[in-house]
């Protein structure tokens, strides 16, 4: 009994705002306060690192090419090492902060996967506008994560950070395994449903 | 520092540090308030609301309830701990 992909998708979007909600907290209350409950400080990380785990099982359930399937694959990989030095840094096994920068190259990687595993034009149905749309904010808000790394007192960039996972969680909820985007629905998509 | 600077400062550090309160509070209520307001401009959307012949996940994964659900959990479950914090803050 597997779900729809689409489903799928809004099950990752709903983790996805979990990720922003959380770090939207710890960039108003700041970094001191966040840091006060040690419990705290494993949140988002464990999220993402979960995220990662679960992103396996799609991988192998879900994928129609080899594309798709080392996109979901590359996801999997950078959601789990990212979310795992992140809980590095926080249980204190890992001192320099430098470690970071595996988020930054996770959003980067996550991009140019969206990017290269999505082979229709922008406005062929409203997943390849979202893959497209995706790829390019992921590739934009890298900077978010990078900034984060050599600045992570920012509130700038920790917002920044937390606002594209709630950006992304957006986009995931907008997806439909067939759907007209802007009007738009090429004929060789197939026939829309709901 | 002359006193009348200090308690500038004092007050304007309150100011922000009630900001903060306020904005952390507004998180939870906020995100669950985005997922009913799309409930109703969406309600095709809730599938519990037309049931008949939806499937088991059509019907588990309800995208306007969960990002209710995820508003929830944040308020009861995040919130009050980061409150007292930020409080603690406030009268150290």
Redesign the interface.
């Known amino acids: ?1 597997m ?2 992909p689409e ?1 799928v998708h ?2 990752f ?2 983790a996805f ?2 990720l922003g ?2 770090l ?2 710890e960039a ?3 970094p001191d ?2 840091r ?2 040690g419990w ?1 400080l494993y ?1 988002w990380p464990s999220l993402c690192f979960g995220m990662g785990l679960f992103m396996w099982p799609v991988m192998v359930f879900f994928t129609s090419s080899t594309i798709h399937m080392l996109a979901h694959g590359a996801w999997a990989q950078v959601l789990m090492l990212a979310g795992a030095v992140e809980l590095g840094l926080a249980r204190g096994k890992l001192h320099n902060p430098i470690w970071r920068i595996t988020m930054f190259i996770a959003f980067f990687v996550s991009g140019l996967a969206f990017l290269a595993h999505e082979q229709n034009p922008w406005l062929f149905q409203r997943s390849a506008f979202l893959h497209h749309l995706l790829g390019w904010t992921f590739l934009g808000a890298s900077i978010f994560p990078l900034a984060r790394t050599f600045r992570p007192r920012s509130a700038v960039f920790a917002s920044g950070f937390a606002l594209a996972f709630v950006a992304v969680a957006v986009m995931l ?1 907008c997806d439909r395994d067939i759907a007209p985007v802007f009007g738009h629905l090429s004929p060789l998509a197939g026939v829309p449903h ?1 | 520092m002359s006193t009348q600077l200090a308690t500038e400062v004092q007050t304007g550090e309150r100011r922000r540090r009630l900001a903060r309160r306020v904005a952390v509070s507004l998180l939870g209520p906020l995100t669950a308030g985005v997922g009913v307001v799309w409930a109703l401009a969406q309600p095709y959307r809730v599938t519990l609301l037309h049931p008949h012949g939806q499937g088991f996940w059509n019907l588990a994964v309800e995208p306007p309830l969960l990002v209710v659900l995820v508003g929830v959990l944040f308020q009861l479950l995040i919130l009050p701990a980061l409150l007292e914090d930020l409080a603690e803050e406030s009268d150290s």
């Open positions: 009994m779900p729809p489903n809004w099950l979007a709903t705002l979990g909600l959380f939207l907290a108003i209350a700041g306060i966040w006060k409950r705290r949140l909820y709901r």
